[in-house]
Antibody, heavy 121, light 107 residues
C-alpha cells in the first residue's frame, strides 16, 4: 500500500522559504500526479499545486508566483517550496497522490498524515 | 476559480438518522465532483468521486448524486464513526477547489 510522509521544519520565519519533502513508500513515484494541499488551523482545504513525474506542473494562481514543486525520482520523493511566507501561510500541509495513472483525475486518494508549519518570528 | 459552496455549514443529527449535505458550484462542472470525510487531526479520506461513484471500501450508506452545479452527499443511516467534517471538491478545472466544509455533529 502506498504511504506518504511529510517532513520539514515546523517553524518558519516571515519572508523566508518554506520547504517540505514528501517521501513515498510502497509504490513508485513514476506515472502519477503528486500534489500539495494545505489547511490553515480550523479552516478548509486549499489546493497548492501538482507535478507529474514527467515534469508537468500546475499551480494555484493565488500562489503561483511563490510556489515550486519538484520531484526526485531517484529518492522516490517530491518537494514543496513556498517563498516569501507570511503568517497567512501557517497551515497543515498535506502531500497527496492522485488516484489515476498517467493523468490528473483530481481524486486525491493517498494522503500523508500532514505536517503543521507555523510562520512566526 | 470555481467557487464551491456547501450547506449547511454544520449539522446536528443522531445515530440512525438520514442526512444530506448540499454542494453548489459557481459554474457547471458536469460530474467532476468529489466528496471527502475528515476526522479531527486526520487527513481527508476520499469517499465518492465523479459525483456518485463510491470509493472502494466506503460503506454503502454513503451515496452521492448530482451534475452540473448542484450535488448532494447522503448518509442513509448515521453511524457513530460518521461524525466528522465533509468537504466537496471540484476536479473540473485548475485550481481544484474545495467547499468550506460541513461539520456533522452528534445531537
Amino acid at each position: 500500500q502506498v504511504q506518504l510522509q511529510e517532513s520539514g521544519p515546523g517553524l518558519v520565519k516571515p519572508s523566508a522559504t518554506l520547504s517540505l519533502t514528501c517521501s513515498v513508500s510502497g509504490g513508485s513515484i513514476s506515472g502519477y500526479y503528486w500534489s500539495w494541499i494545505r489547511q490553515p488551523p480550523g479552516k478548509g482545504l486549499e489546493w497548492i499545486g501538482y507535478m507529474y513525474f514527467g515534469g508537468t506542473t500546475n499551480y494555484n494562481p493565488s500562489l503561483k508566483s511563490r510556489v515550486t514543486i519538484s520531484i526526485d525520482t531517484s529518492e522516490n520523493q517530491f518537494s514543496l517550496h513556498l517563498s516569501a511566507v507570511t503568517t497567512a501561510d501557517t497551515a497543515v500541509y498535506y502531500c497527496t497522490r492522485d488516484w489515476a495513472t498517467g493523468y490528473s483525475s483530481g481524486w486525491y486518494y493517498f494522503w500523508g498524515q500532514g505536517t503543521l508549519v507555523t510562520v512566526s518570528s | 476559480d470555481i467557487q464551491m459552496t456547501q450547506s449547511p455549514s454544520s449539522l446536528s443529527a443522531s445515530v440512525g438518522d438520514r442526512v444530506s449535505i448540499t454542494c453548489r458550484a459557481s459554474q457547471s462542472i458536469s460530474t467532476y465532483l468529489n466528496w471527502y470525510q475528515q476526522r479531527p487531526g486526520k487527513a481527508p479520506k476520499l469517499l465518492i468521486y465523479a459525483a456518485s461513484t463510491l470509493q472502494s471500501g466506503v460503506p454503502s450508506r454513503f451515496s452521492g448524486s448530482g451534475s452540473g452545479t448542484d450535488f448532494i452527499l447522503t448518509i442513509s443511516s448515521l453511524q457513530s464513526e460518521d461524525f466528522a467534517t465533509y468537504y466537496c471538491q471540484q476536479s473540473y478545472s485548475i485550481p481544484h477547489t474545495f467547499g468550506q466544509g460541513t461539520k456533522l455533529e452528534i445531537k
